[in-house]
């Protein structure tokens, strides 16, 4: 049976957060199909880069080795990539809605004639019926994603071809250990047999790479605390929220100035702009200053023991209560009934 | 150096970013006619990259081609308006329903027509939110490719020197000509509209628009053939039909749900374990969470 495929990324030796999220993604499909969970690997120097992935239950690890593949650069790896799925045929392919996946995933799409759907918030496995000819198909995958500027969330189907292939970015899906002990194949790719001169046009001449630090920027959720959250050790609640919904914390200025929070956290005109799917301000006022960097967020939850916080008329929900105790609650209800 | 032949894609979008409750029809769906139809932020930054190197490089022109229904000539005159050549409008029923694999096969098609040293994109459109048609446009060209571009800068009429805006950093590439080049959001802002090009292309149309045209508009054009905008229809490029519109697209949407309308009435909670459960449920429910 055809498998599913997750294109892994990796950065100095160290796979991605989003390659193994969607490897534990993966993982879960696989299972729900009854097939196996491949993995792909293109880089330098990869050694023993199976024990990274082997414990989020991949069966089969492909591993191109060369120094043509690193830094990424897009038409080395779309060729290798075309050819093994050419070759093996997978049923879905998933890669990071990253600055590499969203590179790679339309030209290798496009090179298979392969319905590729962008930045998936959620995955799943089901049935469709084509309006027009009736046609059913069992275990298709769903790909649902927000569109519009997150005003739609549209559910996508690929009924005919082949692989179905979707990008989810980074902290959308949660990464889980499998199993420590599962092992897995490592199959070794030839490069030679792959790549040409036409494939290397393309030259990196100059490249700076931060390490992975916050991205408040990026992220889909963000739990933001203010002064109300009343001290550093009360954060690590919304560390816990955040953790648990896939997200990251921000804060207010007057959090950052008593020293509950880092400064890179900042939201605001002073800090950074945000436009998160949702938003959810604890223990926040609302002053303008704060709001300037958030007003644009799809939905925002304000928790705030005032009533009449000014926080409140940026908000879809409303929580007029003390967030030591409404946190607690959401992080139980989302462990108790997430999938 | 010769001057280049530079091609920019550029989109109409429906204004996403200022959506207010009108924009949501009682069944769910978008109200394109809520919403106003303007060219996508990002191919504005790559309209001026273009533009820059016209500056720099004698003999450069510009042109954009654009694809959607009639009115998306305005895209065309609003780029002329800042100082791009001419553009051609590929508008035809065939395309309807297009994903992003037809949506690049027909762009390829009419690119095929057209000569080009540089085709430069934006990143992504605000409405479809993919960042999926400029890497298949250059696939489908067998062109190579540079994504997340930020400046332009150099070019020595064989290969163009860029510099990329990544998640975690930047990259400086070069890049041998012809290939196709996506614009950030971070790179420079276009220039404003020049009053004298206003003046002079306000009156151009596309072949739809001059449907509606008066006798004047006719005799103008008699007298200055740059009034006529350039419309392809499907016949006017060497297609395979079954690539095109719906039946070229692989992806169908299986449903739609709007997000906005629900959203917006403020909910009260005094924090019991029944609404903070129903507040959890329902964000479950419509995928804002999990
Ligand atoms: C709710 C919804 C979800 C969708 N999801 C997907 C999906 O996941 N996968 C998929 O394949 N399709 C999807 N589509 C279809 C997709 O929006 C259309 O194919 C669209 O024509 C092109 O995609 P885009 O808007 O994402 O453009 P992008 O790929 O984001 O555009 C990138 C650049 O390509 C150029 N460009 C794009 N379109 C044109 C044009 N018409 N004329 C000239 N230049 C252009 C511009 O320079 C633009 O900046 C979806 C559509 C809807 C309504
Ligand atoms: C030039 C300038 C630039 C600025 N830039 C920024 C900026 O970039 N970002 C920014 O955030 N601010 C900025 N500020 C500061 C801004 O004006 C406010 O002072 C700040 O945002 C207030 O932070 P806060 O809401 O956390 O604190 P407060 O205003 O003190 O609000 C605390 C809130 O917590 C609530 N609360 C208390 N206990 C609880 C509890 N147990 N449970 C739930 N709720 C509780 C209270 O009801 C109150 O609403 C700037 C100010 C100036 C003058």
């Not at chain 2, 060219?39 to 504005?44: A, G, I, R, V």
Request: glycine fraction near 8%; aromatic fraction near 6%.
């Amino acid at each position: 049976m055809n498998s599913v495929f997750v294109y892994c990324e990796i950065e100095e030796g160290t796979v991605a957060d989003v390659s193994l999220e969607l490897l534990t993604k993966g993982r879960a499909l696989a299972t729900k199909l009854g097939v196996k969970l491949e993995a792909i690997v293109l880089g330098e120097g990869l050694k023993d880069v199976e024990k990274q992935v082997f414990p989020y239950g991949v069966d089969v690890l492909w591993v191109g080795d060369d120094a043509r593949l690193a830094p990424y650069t897009t038409l080395p790896h779309t060729k290798m990539l075309v050819r093994l799925f050419d070759a093996e045929k997978p049923q879905v392919a998933l890669m990071g809605a990253t600055s590499v996946g969203r590179d790679l995933g339309p030209r290798v799409s496009s090179a298979l004639h392969s319905g590729l759907t962008a930045d998936c918030t959620s995955l799943e496995i089901g049935e469709y019926t084509d309006a027009k000819s009736g046609k059913k198909y069992e275990n298709l995958l769903y790909q649902i994603r927000p569109a519009f500027g997150g005003n739609i969330v549209a559910t996508i189907v690929n009924p005919e071809c082949r692989p179905q292939m979707a990008t989810v970015r980074e902290g959308v899906m949660k990464k889980e250990i499998f199993n420590l002990q599962h092992q897995g194949e490592v199959k070794k790719l030839n490069v030679d047999e792959y790549l040409d001169d036409t494939d290397l046009v393309v030259k990196v001449i100059e490249r700076h790479m931060e390490k992975s630090k916050v991205n408040i920027k990026a992220a889909p959720i963000i739990v933001a605390g203010g002064y109300g959250v009343g001290s550093k050790e009360n954060f690590n609640l919304l560390y816990e929220l955040a953790a648990v919904l896939g997200g990251e914390v921000g804060a207010s200025r007057a959090a950052v100035d008593a020293g509950f929070c880092e400064h890179e956290r900042q939201i605001g005109q002073t800090g950074t702009t945000v436009r998160p799917k949702l938003y959810i301000a604890c223990g926040i006022s609302g002053q303008i200053q704060h709001t300037a960097g958030m007003e644009e967020s799809s939905m925002v939850i304000a928790i705030n023991t005032d009533a009449n916080a000014p926080i409140n008329k940026f908000a879809d929900y409303v929580i007029t209560g003390d967030l030591n105790v409404v946190i607690p609650k959401m992080i139980q209800y989302y462990k108790k009934n997430s999938k | 150096m010769k001057g280049l032949k530079i091609v920019v894609l550029a989109k109409q979008v429906p204004d996403t970013r200022n959506v207010g409750k009108d924009a949501m029809k009682a069944d769910g769906t978008v109200n394109r006619a809520a919403l106003p139809a303007i060219f996508n932020p990002e191919d504005l930054n790559a309209l001026e990259q273009a533009l820059r190197l016209k500056d720099t490089i004698e003999g450069t022109t510009v042109h954009v081609l654009t694809m959607g229904p009639g009115r998306a000539a305005e895209i065309i005159r609003e780029a002329m308006y800042r100082g791009a050549d001419g553009g051609y409008l590929l508008s035809d029923r065939a395309f309807a329903g297009s994903d992003t694999l037809a949506t690049s096969y027909a762009l390829s098609c009419a690119l095929r027509n057209l000569e080009y040293d540089l085709i430069i994109c934006g990143r992504q459109a605000i409405d479809g939110d993919t960042a999926q048609v400029g890497p298949q446009v250059a696939e489908k060209l067998a062109l190579p490719q540079v994504t997340y571009a930020e400046d332009i800068q150099k070019c020595d009429g064989k290969i163009v020197t860029i510099k990329r805006r990544l998640e975690r950093g930047i990259e400086v590439v070069t890049c041998p000509m012809p290939c196709v080049v996506t614009v950030n959001g971070s790179a420079a802002p276009c220039r404003p509209r020049n009053a004298r090009f206003v003046m002079k292309y306000k009156n151009a149309k596309g072949t739809q628009e001059a449907q509606d045209a008066n006798e004047d508009y006719f005799a103008l054009v008699n007298e200055r053939p740059y009034l006529k905008l350039t419309e392809w229809s499907v016949n006017d490029i060497q297609s395979n039909p079954a690539d095109l519109g719906l039946s070229g697209s692989p992806t169908k949407v299986k449903n739609i749900e709007s997000v906005v309308f629900q959203a917006k009435e403020a909910k009260v909670l005094s924090g019991t374990d029944a609404e903070l459960d129903a507040m959890m449920k329902e964000l479950i429910t419509n995928h804002t969470i999990g």
